[in-house]
Every structure is written in C-alpha cells, then in structure tokens.
C-alpha cells in the first residue's frame, strides 16, 4: 500500500516525535506470572516460604503465596 504524500509529512512532523501507540495493559495471566516469580525470588533469598507474622513485604508476599497455592500453581 502506498502512503499518499500529506500523510507521510504529517508523520514526518516533529511535534508527533514522542507520540506512541499504547502499551497494552498486563492481563491476569501477566500480573499472576509476576507474582509466582516474585514469591520464588523471596523463597529463593530468604531459604523459606514468607510467613504471616513477618514484615510487610513478608505478608505481602505471603498473602500472594497463598493466593497462587488456591489456584494450584504453587
């Protein structure tokens, strides 16, 4: 397909030089990958599984713990 001429310069213009297209949003999947490899980096830190009584980070990553072993992929 060729490009009609005006719309070539309107892509050539330098006001339209830091205009992307978005970025597709993460999907469930994206963001429960995330997490499974967040809590195997602690759990491989720390040589334990994160507990509830820890700090924040602790039972952040605890809670996301449990979240993935009641979907079965921890």
């Given at each position: 397909m060729e490009?009609?001429?005006?719309l070539l310069?309107?892509?050539d213009d330098p006001l339209l030089d830091g205009v992307r297209p978005k970025?597709?949003?993460?999907?469930a999947d994206d963001r429960m990958a995330t997490k499974l490899a967040e809590v195997k980096n602690w759990m491989s830190e720390h040589g334990r599984e994160p507990q509830?009584?820890?700090n924040?980070?602790?039972k952040m990553m605890w809670?996301?713990?449990?979240g993935l072993r009641k979907k079965n992929l921890l």
């Open positions: 490009w009609p001429k005006v310069e309107l892509f970025v597709a949003a993460p999907t509830k009584d820890g924040l980070k602790e809670a996301s713990m449990m």
